[in-house]
């Protein structure tokens, strides 16, 4: 049986670096678009859009890092 390899990515959100398996990160920024808004709400979304499009880098593209 073949082993599936973990598909790790970086998230750049608010400055801070994070590595975390693409899975978990995914359900990670979710949860924040669905309790946040406004701003805030925007920045997860673009962790999301980078993790959906398959990016190894995600950030929140706020900019200031």
């Known amino acids: 049986m073949a ?7 970086t998230i750049i959100c ?3 670096l ?3 398996e693409r899975n978990d ?3 990670k920024y979710m949860d924040c678009i669905r309790h ?3 701003h805030e709400r ?3 979304f673009n962790i999301v859009s980078d993790l ?7 950030s929140d593209r706020d900019g200031n890092y």
């Open 3 to 9: 082993r599936r390899r973990k598909d790790f990515v």
């Open 14 to 16: 608010y400055g801070q």
């Open 18 to 20: 994070e590595t975390m």
């Open 25 to 27: 990160a995914m359900e």
């Open 36 to 38: 946040s808004e406004g």
């Open 42 to 44: 925007n920045r997860y």
């Open 52 to 58: 959906t499009e398959g990016k190894a880098v995600c």
